[in-house]
C-alpha cells in the first residue's frame, strides 16, 4: 500500500495535530528522564559524571559537545545498552530495562558493517523484528508497513538496492527508517550529519520533520550549530558533566561553548548575532561557519 502525495499530506496534518496534542497533555509521562546518572569504562569512569535532565513528549533536542564529552556514552546508556554507575533513566516512565519498545536508535555510521549483504527493504524489516516475533517470516502487514515508510522518507525507489551501494545520506535515512518501523516513540541518533554533503544533510533534515510530525521525540547529537540552533527546540552542552540545557538562544553562548570546547570552537560577536566557527570532527577538516 503506497501512500499518495493527497493522502501522505493529510496523513502528517493529523500527526502533526497528535504531536501537538501530546506536548500540551498534562499528567503525561516525559518521554526521557535522566536523574544524575554517572557512567564510564574500564580506566575512565567518569565519562558521564551527574548528569540530569528530562525531554518532553515530542521535543527536538540536539546534544552538543567535543569529541570524547559523553555523548555516544549517554545514548547508549539511554538505549540500555551500557551500565551506569548510578542515576536512573526512565522512557515514557519506564525505566530502560522495560522501555526497549519506545525507543529506536540509530549508531554512528562507522559502527554499521556496511559489507552485510541485505536490502534496504530488508534493513528497514529489521525494524519490525519485535513485532513479528522469532522464527517467523513477515506478515502481509508488516510488508505494507516496511513499504509505507520507505516511501514516506522518499526511499521507496531504493527498496531493492543493497545497503553497500548507498550514500551517505542514504544509509543514515535507511537506518531511520528501520527505527520507525519499530514503532518507537523516543528516537535517540548519534552523528547523523557527519560526512554527508549539503543535499544528504537537507534530506536528513526533512525525514526528522517528518518523524516530528509523527509526534516521535528526538535526541541528536552533532558538532553542527546551525542545524542545532535552526531545527531544534533545546540544546543540551555536555563535557562529562551537563554544562547547558534549554532553547537555543539561552544556551548557545559564547561563555558556554568555549565552557565546552576550548579554543578548538572560535566564537564572536557581532552585534547582536553569535558567531561560531564550527568544526566536523568526522573528517578532521574544518566546517562553515555558522551564526
Avoid: C
Amino acid at each position: 500500500m503506497l501512500i499518495g502525495s493527497v493522502v501522505r499530506e493529510a496523513f502528517d496534518l493529523a500527526a502533526s495535530a497528535i504531536r501537538d496534542a501530546s506536548r500540551n497533555a498534562t499528567g503525561a509521562p516525559s518521554a526521557l528522564h535522566v536523574d544524575r546518572v554517572s557512567a564510564g569504562y574500564r580506566g575512565n569512569r567518569h565519562v558521564l559524571d551527574d548528569i540530569s535532565f528530562t525531554v518532553e513528549p515530542g521535543e527536538r533536542v540536539a546534544v552538543i559537545g567535543p569529541n570524547g564529552a559523553g555523548k555516544s556514552t549517554l545514548f547508549k546508556a539511554i538505549v540500555g545498552v551500557m551500565h551506569i554507575s548510578s542515576g536512573s533513566i526512565t522512557i515514557y516512565g519506564e525505566d530502560t530495562h522495560s522501555s526497549h519498545t519506545n525507543v529506536g536508535y540509530v549508531p554512528q555510521q562507522s559502527a554499521i558493517d556496511w559489507t552485510f549483504p541485505a536490502s534496504v527493504f530488508d534493513v528497514v524489516m529489521m525494524g519490525r523484528s519485535r513485532h513479528i516475533g522469532w522464527f517467523r517470516w513477515p506478515s502481509k502487514d508488516d510488508r505494507a508497513i516496511v513499504r509505507d515508510i520507505l516511501e514516506h522518507l522518499s526511499l521507496g525507489q531504493l527498496a531493492d538496492r543493497q545497503i553497500s551501494e548507498l550514500s551517505g545520506g542514504q544509509r543514515r535515512r535507511v537506518f531511520i527508517a528501520r527505527a520507525m518501523a519499530q514503532d518507537t516513540r523516543l528516537m535517540v541518533l548519534d552523528e547523523p550529519f557527519t560526512g554527508v554533503d549539503q543535499t544528504a544533510e537537507q534530506e536528513i533534515i526533512d525525514s526528522l520533520d517528518i518523524l516530528t510530525n509523527h509526534g516521535i521525540t528526538l535526541l541528536l547529537s552533532t558538532h553542527h550549530m546551525e542545524n542545532a540552533a535552526l531545527h531544534f527546540d533545546k540544546i543540551l552542552i555536555l563535557r562529562q558533566n551537563l554544562l547547558a540545557y534549554g532553547p537555543p538562544d539561552d544556551t548557545l553562548t559564547t561563555a558556554n561553548l568555549r565552557d565546552a570546547f576550548g579554543s578548538a570552537l572560535p566564537v564572536m560577536t557581532h552585534g547582536d548575532d553569535l558567531l561560531m566557527f564550527s568544526v566536523d570532527y568526522g573528517d578532521g577538516e574544518a566546517g562553515r561557519g555558522s551564526n
